[in-house]
């Protein structure tokens, strides 16, 4: 069965780094484009960073450009969030996602990540 399974999330002052990454197994990695969502406190969840199935084209939120990395190893059936610059409002539980063709979601269980000083 599908699985994804985050980690790397904590506690962090504000400007420093964090690197989430998110195993995937059940599926053909290397086949599917993978996402990376987050969902603070009382708000509705959004997208952060998407990455296409060879690694070559990413997109991000607007609020998360020049300071988030999304990246992959097919090899290791791995996505990761590599966070710079962090502020206490990217505050939130980090979620990976992937869609099936048939349009069924997965997401993993979530990691913490926490913006404070």
């Known amino acids: 069965q599908v699985q994804l399974v985050e980690s790397g999330g904590g506690l962090v002052q504000p400007g420093g780094s964090l690197r989430l990454s998110c195993a995937a197994s059940?599926?053909?990695?290397?086949?599917?484009?993978m996402s990376w969502y987050r969902q603070a406190p009382g708000k509705e969840r959004e997208l952060v960073a998407s990455i296409n199935r060879a690694g070559a084209s990413t997109d991000y939120a607007d609020s998360v450009k020049d300071r988030f990395t999304i990246s992959r190893d097919n090899a290791k059936n791995t996505v990761y969030l590599q966070m710079n610059s962090l502020k206490p409002e990217d505050t939130a539980v980090y979620y990976c996602?992937?869609?099936?063709?048939?349009?069924?979601?997965?997401w993993g269980q979530g990691t913490q990540v926490t913006v404070s000083s």
């Open positions: 059940g599926f053909t990695f290397s086949m599917k484009s």
């Open positions: 996602y992937y869609l099936t063709l048939g349009n069924t979601a997965y």
